[in-house]
């Protein structure tokens, strides 16, 4: 287990819905139950699968992102987030070479694997396919040959024997182990993933679903082979950023399943600047901490809890209280749906909420947005001077706003630009999560508008 000898490996698809997350969930049930410390990693922006991964593996999840990251930042996510673990797991997004654009790989599992120097388990599904499935494979070997591709998990057989004939098929073509296979009609199917899903994930109500799935996966995986797959060289990483000083302030931030997506690195950058998080909730009836110089509500899903977040009026009012004194605050998404006026939820039901953005926000049963934003903030945004950060935009509300102005900042995507969000005087809200590691400085300017109120306590 020691030496320089280090394992990691990519879960990647030939597209979407090829049951990618049952395979990377599965090992990493699988492998702990062996009594391996497992590490998990999402490629992309997406904060539900590492939701999942968290939940199995015990360890936080992490997002690698070549878009919203470099990739010294990429490689230094990867090595510090797999310290203390015997086997990584990167679970991918779409199909291998699905990015940012049609043309290059920037953004893809491919680059990914590139860049953090991870082999690659090819996962296929084999309804309906023998021989062809060897053709597959091969495309995908030959498409970008930086991509190493060390082994294949063939899905959806219709049977042991359909396993062997994909099997036959793919290691006389490609030269490359098949090293498992999943039933067609496996009856361990991943509930369907949706917001309202991941507070029972939370709350361990799927624990005995994921460790089923362990147990089935090793039955049908060759879990010491893929061991031995997993097997590269340690990567190696320089910190993507070195405070030149730091800030003693105390910033409270809102944890628990009503708000409980951040970016681990944003949380890690504050802290690796001086600051102190104290954790709170409002959903169990905690106000916000006494002698704490800002504030950060996350994304999470307020909607699904908005019945019990409007019974807490003190803690509403103590959210309020702490704004309107000036407290530094950021609200991303469900923090900022949050301190709206209220919440009107799919089934026509209002909830009032924090008050202290006027409008409110209506849910819809579909997605209303999604995708990356470079941000640049409006004049006057304590975050922002003349530079701008990346995020991510993913939420199924709209905010009907009352005044027309106090615009947060402006949002560029492949639709274009628009101005977004709200802002008043130190609070900075609107639906963009914000990756930290993109831009530095934001994380300064905080901390300096936390130490001037701690300035004029």
């Not at 009594?35 to 015990?58: E, L, M, S």
């Not at 990015?99 to 991870?118: C, D, V």
Request: glycine residues 10%.
């Amino acid at each position: 287990m020691g030496g320089t000898r280090v394992r990691r490996i990519v879960v990647a698809g030939t597209g979407s819905g090829v049951g990618k997350t049952t395979v990377t969930l599965g090992l990493m049930s699988a492998f702990k139950q062996k009594g391996y410390v497992v590490q998990g990693f999402k490629c992309g922006p997406d904060y539900i699968d590492p939701t999942y991964h968290t939940a199995v593996t015990g360890r936080r999840s992490r997002n690698l992102d070549s878009w919203m990251g470099n990739e010294q930042i990429v490689r230094h996510v990867c090595s510090r987030g797999s310290e203390g673990a015997h086997l990584s797991i990167i679970e991918g997004v779409m199909g291998l070479f699905d990015g940012k654009r049609a043309t290059t790989n920037e953004g893809s599992t491919a680059e990914i694997s590139i860049i953090t120097e991870s082999p690659v388990l090819l996962v296929i599904d084999c309804s309906g396919m023998a021989r062809s499935a060897a053709a597959v494979v091969r495309g995908f070997q030959r498409f970008d040959e930086r991509v190493r591709i060390v082994g294949v998990i063939a899905n959806r057989v219709g049977s042991e024997g359909h396993f062997r004939l994909v099997k036959e098929a793919i290691e006389q073509q490609c030269g490359i182990p098949v090293v498992g296979y999943l039933l067609k009609e496996n009856d361990l199917k991943i509930p369907e993933r949706h917001l309202g899903l991941v507070p029972s994930v939370e709350r361990g109500e799927l624990q005995p679903f994921f460790e089923r799935l362990g147990k089935r996966i090793a039955q049908t995986f060759d879990l010491d082979a893929i061991w031995k797959l997993a097997e590269t060289t340690i990567l190696h990483s320089e910190p993507f950023f070195t405070p030149k000083q730091t800030y003693d302030v105390r910033i409270a931030v809102a944890k628990d399943a009503a708000f409980h997506f951040y970016y681990e690195e944003n949380l890690e950058m504050l802290q690796a600047y001086g600051a102190t998080l104290v954790y709170f909730s409002p959903l169990v009836g905690e106000c916000v901490p006494n002698d704490v110089h800002g504030l950060y509500i996350g994304g999470g899903f307020p909607e699904e809890f908005a019945a019990e977040l409007a019974r807490h009026e003190k803690v509403k009012r103590s959210v309020a209280e702490a704004i309107q004194r000036g407290l530094p605050t950021l609200a991303e998404c469900g923090g900022f749906m949050y301190l709206t006026e209220g919440i009107e939820t799919t089934d026509g039901q209002y909830y009032e909420m924090v008050g202290v953005i006027p409008g409110h926000v209506c849910m819809h049963r579909k997605l209303v947005a999604l995708g990356y934003r470079e941000v640049t903030g409006m004049e006057g945004n304590f975050l922002f001077e003349q530079d701008e950060a990346k995020g991510h935009e993913f939420h199924y509300s709209t905010f009907i706003r009352r005044e027309e102005e106090k615009f947060s900042y402006e949002a560029k995507g492949l639709r274009g630009c628009k101005r977004d969000g709200y802002m008043d005087q130190r609070l900075v809200a609107g639906y963009i999560h914000f990756y930290f590691p993109s831009n530095p400085l934001l994380v300064e300017r905080w901390l300096k508008a936390c130490c001037e109120v701690k300035g004029d306590a």
